[in-house]
Nanobody, 126 residues
């Protein structure tokens, strides 16, 4: 069973940057589209970014487009989310996720993902 472990969260001032990592276990990481989602207190989980198996195709929520970059290193079984120009409204727990079915691109829809990490807290505040 796949395991996903996020890291890199923390407290940052508005305008700052963070890079989240998601380490995946198993030998099939490169066969699956991956995604990042987030959930703020009192809100539903929302899509942030998704990436194809090879990393050649990406997709972003409008709220983060131009500020966040999703990438992956299949040799290291690791997914990344580079977050720049952070805003207070980016405060949330961030989750990485692995698609349910292999050989598919990343997806905006949480029901397309089967495996989830435990989440990492990102707080943007002065």
């Amino acid at each position: 069973q796949a395991q996903l472990v996020e890291s890199g969260g923390g407290l940052v001032q508005p305008g700052g940057s963070l890079r989240l990592s998601c380490a995946a276990s198993g030998r099939t990481f490169s066969s699956y589209g991956m995604g990042w989602f987030r959930q703020a207190p009192g809100k539903e989980r929302e899509f942030v970014a998704a990436i194809s198996m090879s990393g050649s195709s990406t997709d972003y929520a409008d709220s983060v487009k131009g500020r966040f970059t999703i990438s992956r290193d299949n040799a290291k079984n690791t997914l990344y989310l580079q977050m720049n120009s952070l805003k207070p409204e980016d405060t949330a727990v961030y989750y990485c996720a692995k698609r349910r079915i292999p050989y598919r691109a990343g997806s905006r829809y949480s029901h397309d993902y089967e495996y989830w990490g435990q989440g990492t807290q990102v707080t943007v505040s002065t």
